[in-house]
């Protein structure tokens, strides 16, 4: 019996793997997994505050994936254009602040990636529901690319695309699973990446979302 469970966690339990995706761009897989319900009572809090919203694209499209910030800075789009900002434009008020647990699991994922030192101001918060996607883009509106980012993914997995800086330089696909820590910085600090439209799925946790956190030094 403690064979075959051996072998079962060796088949099915990635966790502790790291994969390179990139120079400067590591695959922590399941680093997040200890913190996880922890991590969505934090999201549930910060929505409870600053809801989910679609925002527009300068084009004026609606995207489908729904967003909300917390940190010092929060990322915005619409008619005006991609920025941060310090307040909320749906209630007026300051993004809410940063969960420890979100500041010290990315520190230490960056750290782990080769990235020391890594302290976020800004951190998106993602939920995608099947049939929303995230098309291919560089994170490019924070004032010093120097600082690495540091993605996290809970709930139903996604299909995570990672490129190169030009657009047309090869995608490549990666299978995001709860738990997983995508960190990119360095030589692949303005890579292109985006989320394939996500299949549907009921996640014990999450039900029919994922989110992800996006977290960032942007100010
Ligand atoms: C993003 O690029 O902001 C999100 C990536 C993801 O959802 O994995
Ligand atoms: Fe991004």
Redesign the pocket.
């Known amino acids: 019996m403690a064979y075959i469970r051996g072998t079962m966690q060796s088949l099915f339990d990635r966790r502790g793997e790291t994969e390179a995706l990139g120079p400067g761009a590591t695959l922590l897989r399941g680093r997040a997994l200890p913190l996880a319900t922890t991590l969505l009572a934090e999201i549930e809090k910060i929505a409870a505050r600053a809801p989910f919203r679609r925002m527009k694209t300068p084009g004026g499209f609606e995207m489908s994936v729904a967003m909300t910030n917390c940190g010092t800075a929060g990322w915005l789009t619409d008619r005006k254009g991609y920025r941060y900002d310090t307040t909320d434009p749906e209630t007026g008020q300051p993004w809410p602040p940063m969960p420890e647990v979100f500041l010290a699991l990315a520190r230490g994922a960056a750290a782990e990636a080769g990235h020391a030192g890594f302290v976020p101001d800004a951190c998106?918060v993602?939920r995608y529901e099947p049939g929303t996607r995230?098309s291919l883009?560089q994170?490019r509106d924070e004032a010093d690319y120097g600082h690495p980012i540091v993605?996290i993914?809970l709930g139903l997995p996604?299909t995570?695309q990672f490129g190169g800086s030009k657009r047309s330089d090869p995608v490549r696909r990666v299978a995001?699973e709860h738990g997983d820590v995508v960190v990119w910085g360095g030589p692949s600090r303005l890579f292109h990446?985006?989320?394939l439209v996500l299949k549907a799925g009921a996640h014990a946790l999450t039900g029919r979302h994922r989110f992800?956190l996006?977290l960032r030094k942007a100010l």
């Open positions: 998106l993602n995230l883009h994170d993605s993914s996604a995570f995001l990446h985006g989320v992800n996006t």
